[in-house]
Structure formats: structure tokens, C-alpha cells
């Protein structure tokens, strides 16, 4: 975002004259929420509807996992590049344009006859969701100006987009059971139109000045962030024991080594060196890919499990996540608050060491463990989400210089997405819940540490 962005974002914030401010705010609030629930709905409902799926569409063992994993693959590779253009060209095009093509796609999807296209259908989502996410904070940092207020849109924001993430398996399971795999994906039409309709309201500038596209480096973010989620999940769903993930991974290696050379040389970096120079930013993309890799990871292996070894239907499996469904819709609009009053980074740290014990409660569970255990690790799990995570993302829009908030946060999201892949790809390859349950605790303390190392160095301090 350029320097002049820093006044269209005041002006976003400035208000007609008519309707009372709080309720136009409200309404242009929902038009930006509305878009992050769907990203994450779609992240998640999918899941449960995939026996289904496979019956219906005689998708084959390889080709399964893919109907699941091609819009993560995506969604994580177009992050970063998606920040950028939304720097460039306004984050109100960028936004509309996504939902717009959200709905349509999720259309197309519900249309597909077979794995093959459904899974062209997903990628294409992914591109869609990618962006919204950074384009839909870009916007919330302008229609809240005010930090204080910022912080609490930024828990309310993820308080309402968590509930896209959690009631995905209870909605799946429960359209499944209506009709099919199908409605999974035609319940998104509508809600991506009425969300068109509420962010007419949001602000139409766009930069008085333009910066320079970085093309090399848009490519190349995406063919690393691309090529390292493909691995992870490709390596995860079916062993590293092969090439392809191992191949994926020297390819991204690759592509992060030449991108560090040309954003030295770059006039406008796709990811400045001026933000990555930022301990505060470090930190925050650390804490939420940690956070990210023990939520969405445990998610799936336990869902997994579920349906494995303890043999529940996908409409038990979707409800047995109902106690998660309370704290991780309501916690965050207090983590808001809490934000404000004491700071970003003592909830960071709490909500990591959340999941460190949501992993240590797991690592003692097996196929006859009381429903009390599960319930308390589900629990600690949705206190990691609901405070790292929002925490991480309001620290960011304070740690960022206004011209690259777009761009900071596509980069914390892409992090977020990276963690979240390699979280499905290691937990859902570990043999037992007691091994799951250990990785989490491990990389919750580790992701502790360097947390504590980063928020305490002299850049940290002084940014």
C-alpha cells in the first residue's frame, strides 16, 4: 500500500451523511466478515462429505485426497501475491472480485461428474479464497483506524470467520444427510451474493499512485508457497517414500533461494526486506503458523481418527466438534478486548502454550478414552486458535507500515497456510493419536521459545 494509502484508508473510515455511523459501520463490518467465513467454511466442510463423494463420483484412492487439499494448495501458493496486488490495486477490487468469482466456482463445483473436474473446481477456489483473506483485513485496518477499535474488529473478525471453520463439519455432515456432497457447495452462491451486496458500502479509492508490479517475485512467491504445500500434503497423504514430494520440496527450496536474490534487487519487493526486517512481524508469522499447524492439523487427525477408529458416521464425527463451537465463537471478541487492555503478545504466548497442552492431553487418549478427555483437549485447542491467532493478526496491523498492510498480512496468512498444510500432511501421517499428540506438544514449546527469543531482541523492542 502506498503512502497515499494511508489517507484513502482515513477516508474509507469517513462516513455519509444519513444512516447512524455505527450502523453503516456495521454493515460494511459484515460485508468484510461475511468473505472470511466462507474461506474458512470451505477449508473444512468438505471433509465429511468425502465418502460420499467418493461413491457418487467412483473417485479413485489417489484422487481422493485432492478434492480436499487442491484449494489449500492453492489458497497457500496465491497468498503472498494476492497481498501484493491488493497493495497495488485497492483491496475493495480485489475483494469484490473474489467473492464474485467464489460464488460462481462453488456453482461450477456442485455442477462437477467427476474427481477430475471437481478437483480443477477446488483449485480454481483456491484462487478465489487467496483473495479474500488479505484483501478483507486491508479493508477492516481502514474502516478502523483507531487502534483500540481495530483490535476488537480484529477479534470479532475471527470470532465470526471461526465459526465458517468449525460449523463446516456439523454443516457438511448435516447436508450430506439432506442430499448429498452436492450441497456443500451450493450453500456458498448465496451467501457470497448477499456479502457483494453489503461491500458495495465499502470504500472504492484506490492509490493516487502506483507501484510497480514485482512479477518475478509474484511468481516465484507462488511457485515456492505452491510447491511446498503440494509437497507437504501430496507427502502426507500418500508417503514421502516417492519422488514427487520430495521433488516438490527442492523445487520450492528453489524458488524461495532465487526469490531472496531478486527482491534484493526488485524496486518494489512482492515482500519487502523493510517488513521482514521487523522481529514483531517475525514473531507474529512464527506464533500464527504454529498455531495454524496444531488447530487445522489436530482437526483433521482427529476427524480422521474418528471415523477410523472409533467408526462414527460423519454426522457424529461433525458433532462430536460441538464443544469446540462456544469458546471459538465467542472467545475471540473478548480476545479483542484483552488486546487492547494488556497486549498482543501475552495472548500469543498463552494461545501457544494452549495447544502444547491440548497436545498433551491427546498423547494419553486412545479408542476407549472418555468423551471428558476429548472435550477438555478440544477446549485447549480452541483457546490456541482463538487467542494466537487473532493476536498474531492485530499485532501485525500495528507492526506493518500502513503502505505494506496488505502485503504484511498475505504474508501472515500465507505462513498460516503453510502451517496449516504441514500439520495435516505430519499429524495425519503419524500412526496414533499419542504420537500426534506429542508432535503438537513439541512444536508448541519450540514455537514458545523462539516467540519469547524474538519478542525480546532490540529490533523487537524498538519497532
Known sequence: MTTESSELLSRSSSEPKGAPRSTRTAGRFAGIVVGNFLVLLDASILNVAVPDLRADLHASASALPWTVDAYTVVFAGLMLAAGSLADRWGPRRIYRAALISFGVISA???????????????ALLGVAAAGLVPASLALLAGLYPDPAKRSRAVGAWA???????????VLGGALVALGGWQLVFLVNPPIALITVVLARKLSADKPSTHRKVDYPGLVLSIAGLGALTFG???GGTDGWARPVPLAAIVIALLA????????????????PPALLSLSRVRADMVAASAASFAFYGLLFAMTQWMVEDRHMSALQTGLAFLPMTLPLAILPFFTGRLVARIGTRPLILFGLAAGALSGTILSFSGTDTPLALLVAAQIALALCATTAIPASTADMAGAAP???????QGALNASRQAGSALGVAVLGTLASMHQI?????VLGLGSLLVVVLLSRSKAAQNA
Open 108 to 122: 461450477l463445483c456442485a455442477a462437477a461428474d467427476s474427481a477430475g473436474l471437481l478437483i480443477v473446481g477446488r
Open 159 to 169: 470470532a465470526i470467520s471461526a465459526l465458517g471453520l468449525v460449523s463446516g463439519p
Open 232 to 234: 507437504l500434503v501430496d
Open 256 to 271: 524461495f533461494a532465487a526469490l531472496a536474490v531478486v527482491e534484493r534487487r526488485a524496486d518494489e519487493p512482492v515482500l
Open 402 to 408: 500502513q503502505r505494506h498492510a496488505a502485503t504484511a
Open 437 to 441: 499428540g506429542l508432535a503438537v506438544v
